[in-house]
């Protein structure tokens, strides 16, 4: 093979792969389309969303875990999070008592174990003899759904039917059907006849 061959293949290699690499970069050339007047920012929109959905998660015996109804559910891919609008879960226990949640926003973390609920945040626990439960409410409260745990560190107040009792920070343990609070605890308890 000639040199004047050599250097003509070599040139051509050349400029195929400067012409792979201008197709396959566009952007890098400045050849993308003009962006429109819309401040829609791709890094931060949802890749999914739902509207009335109704998610239920059963345990490895196939027997239903939770059911978490919302208004809305949308993911975003940048973060792996999904917002959830007006979340209403319920999360049963063939042991113990039902427990059923509700607030007007929420989120579930990456992973999806963890969920971050606020505004107006209200759990009540349904006995299984008919017995009016407690009802919970705070403004913000995590739930651990592989533990079976609700967690703040916000205000939080409890009712029964002869009782309220106000406290700052909890930790429920649903499964064993015990509320662990944290601080500044104050209650009154009416004596039934």
């Known amino acids: 093979m000639g040199l004047k061959r050599i250097t003509t293949l070599t040139l051509l290699l050349i400029l195929g792969y400067g012409l792979f690499t201008f197709l396959n970069q566009p952007d890098a050339f400045n050849l993308t389309a003009p ?45 792996d999070i999904s917002l959830i609008d007006q979340p209403d879960i319920l999360i049963t226990r063939k042991q113990s008592s039902d427990w059923h949640t509700t ?61 309220v009792v106000n406290a700052v920070g909890m930790n429920a343990y649903l499964d064993e059907e015990r509320v662990e609070l944290l601080s500044n605890v104050r209650g009154t308890y009416e004596v039934q006849d």
């Open 35 to 79: 962006k429109s007047d819309k401040k829609e920012n791709t890094a931060v929109s949802p890749d999914v969303f739902m509207e009335s959905p109704v998610i239920t998660q059963y345990t490895t015996k196939g027997e239903q875990d939770y059911v978490v109804v919302a208004e809305k559910v949308s993911h975003f891919p940048h973060n």
């Open 103 to 163: 607030s007007r926003q929420g989120r579930i973390l990456p992973g999806g174990d963890v969920m971050e609920l606020w505004d107006n945040v209200v759990i009540r626990e349904q006995k299984t003899t008919g017995n009016p439960g407690m009802i919970i409410t705070t403004e913000f409260l995590t739930v651990y759904a592989e533990q079976n745990q609700a967690k703040t560190k916000r205000p939080v107040t409890i009712k029964t039917d002869n009782s």
